[in-house]
């Protein structure tokens, strides 16, 4: 789902701890960000990695993808309707325990389509371009190594009012690095030094 801004826009999706579904609309009022929540479903705990990746099918709604233990991607094509708020899960493709961390970023390249990255268990990011189609996204591309510095990995959106999305890293040291996005192949600018003593948080979202 998209993410909520200070503003009090964007909805969040939370499971719990018996692998329940709630969908949590914005309210657009940042003292009471959230209208009452509505249960989604039930059985969630199969998935192991779960994340809000904006439009990827290209229909204007925001979407979600969650990976089985098994490896196996599924696509949660969003409906815009807060009572059902995804369609029939769609598989992607199989093989993704290649990837310890999966993250919805927008557009990182420009094109328009918003994109995702994944990190390999050996610390390389891949970016998968989207396609705003139903194929999703184009193959792979490598972006770099050394990823494996990193215990969190966000993307944000635009953070500083350039228009581009920009990349949120946090280094086991607790310190953290934003990545600015360029909106070309390049993906990003050097990366920048927010601060330390992020270490106190275990999620950053």
């Not at 310890?100 to 994109?115: A, S």
């Not at 192949?185 to 992020?198: E, I, Y």
């Given at each position: 789902?998209?993410?909520?801004?200070?503003?009090?826009?964007?909805?969040?999706?939370?499971?719990?701890?018996?692998?329940?579904?709630?969908?949590?609309?914005?309210?657009?009022?940042?003292s009471?960000?959230?209208?009452?929540?509505v249960?989604?479903?039930a059985?969630?705990?199969?998935?192991?990695?779960?994340?809000?990746v904006?439009?990827i099918?290209?229909?204007?709604?925001?979407?979600?993808?969650?990976?089985?233990k098994?490896?196996?991607?599924?696509?949660?094509?969003?409906?815009?309707?807060?009572?059902?708020?995804?369609?029939?899960?769609?598989?992607v493709?199989?093989?993704w325990?290649?990837?310890?961390?999966?993250?919805?970023?927008?557009?990182?390249?420009?094109?328009?389509?918003?994109?995702?990255?994944a990190?390999d268990?050996?610390?390389?990011?891949?970016?998968?371009?989207?396609?705003?189609?139903?194929?999703?996204?184009?193959?792979?591309?490598?972006?770099?190594?050394?990823?494996?510095?990193?215990?969190?990995?966000?993307?944000?959106?635009?953070?500083?009012?350039?228009?581009?999305?920009?990349?949120?890293?946090r280094?086991?040291?607790?310190?953290?690095?934003?990545?600015?996005?360029?909106?070309?192949?390049?993906?990003?600018s050097?990366?920048?030094?927010?601060?330390?003593?992020?270490?106190?948080?275990?999620?950053?979202?």
């Amino acid at each position: 789902m998209t993410a909520l801004r200070a503003d009090g826009t964007g909805d969040v999706f939370a499971r719990d701890t018996t692998g329940v579904t709630w969908y949590f609309p914005g309210s657009g009022n940042p003292s009471v960000p959230f209208r009452p929540r509505v249960r989604v479903s039930a059985g969630w705990q199969i998935y192991d990695r779960m994340v809000g990746v904006r439009d990827i099918s290209g229909d204007g709604r925001a979407d979600l993808l969650a990976r089985e233990k098994s490896g196996v991607l599924w696509l949660f094509k969003g409906t815009g309707d807060p009572v059902t708020p995804f369609a029939a899960r769609v598989k992607v493709s199989a093989g993704w325990t290649l990837y310890d961390e999966l993250v919805g970023t927008g557009d990182l390249t420009g094109d328009g389509k918003p994109d995702v990255m994944a990190r390999d268990t050996t610390g390389g990011m891949w970016i998968f371009k989207g396609t705003g189609t139903s194929a999703l996204f184009q193959p792979r591309l490598k972006i770099s190594n050394g990823w494996q510095a990193y215990r969190g990995l966000i993307g944000p959106g635009d953070l500083n009012l350039d228009g581009r999305a920009d990349f949120v890293a946090r280094e086991a040291s607790g310190a953290l690095w934003t990545f600015p996005g360029t909106g070309t192949s390049t993906l990003f600018s050097p990366r920048v030094k927010v601060g330390g003593g992020w270490e106190v948080y275990d999620l950053v979202l």
